[in-house]
């Protein structure tokens, strides 16, 4: 069944996870900002908000150059989420009004998949501790791509998983480097405001709306 959207039409629906379902990107920009100290680099805190996005070895390689092999870059990376984690467990939640979304979407048996740069384990976190998983029909995480946000690989992932093409379906996300991810696949997306602000995506001509929450969301299900 459809959903229409801010005056759209969609088939199904696309889901960015960090900072648009669970609004953990200061815990994320935090846990970055310890592991960067402890590998010589001091950033403040709203320069990793500015400038650390993707791929959490695209963003070693980015910033050290060839100072890590793969190998060290991996354990760095895995330890920074490692360390999210533990920072973040009592605090995981959906952004208000998601539940009561994701359980009308399905009830109208709308498809739904989430598209997201973290890596597998806190995918993992995500969907079993809040108990996410009957409600998405494919997930797709850091490891099943080649190439990081703003690159539309993930997204036509998700959407080829779903059945529907990419254009078809609305995506929610959080980052300019994921709305402009679906830009570039050719999809409109729907912002939640939880970590950057509408200026911030003036470039993009692909946004339906800017919301702070779910509750904020306006759609139509028939």
């Not at 001509?205 to 028939?222: G, H």
Request: net charge negative; glycine share 6%; proline share 5%.
């Amino acid at each position: 069944m459809p959903i229409t959207l801010y005056q759209t039409t969609a088939q199904g629906l696309i889901f960015d996870m960090d900072g648009t379902m669970v609004d953990n990107m200061m815990a994320h920009h935090e846990a970055w900002q310890r592991k960067l100290r402890s590998l010589g680099m001091d950033m403040e805190l709203e320069q990793v908000r500015r400038e650390i996005h993707g791929v959490n070895e695209e963003i070693l390689l980015r910033l050290f150059g060839d100072r890590f092999n793969d190998e060290e870059r991996q354990y760095h990376a895995q330890d920074k989420e490692a360390e999210y984690r533990r920072g973040f467990q009592e605090q995981l939640q959906l952004i208000d009004g998601l539940s009561d979304f994701l359980e009308e979407a399905w009830e109208a048996e709308l498809p739904m998949g989430i598209g997201t740069a973290a890596p597998q384990a806190n995918v993992d976190f995500v969907l079993d501790n809040l108990e996410l998983r009957d409600y998405f029909a494919t997930v797709k995480h850091a490891g099943d791509v080649t190439k990081g946000k703003p690159d539309p690989e993930i997204y036509q992932l998700v959407a080829a998983g779903l059945g529907i093409p990419v254009k078809n379906c609305v995506i929610f996300e959080d980052s300019p480097t994921g709305a402009e991810a679906a830009h570039n696949a050719g999809s409109p997306v729907i912002v939640v405001t939880t970590t950057h602000k509408p200026a911030e995506f003036s470039h993009l001509p692909n946004v339906l709306a800017y919301i702070e929450d779910f509750n904020a969301l306006e759609y139509d299900i028939r």
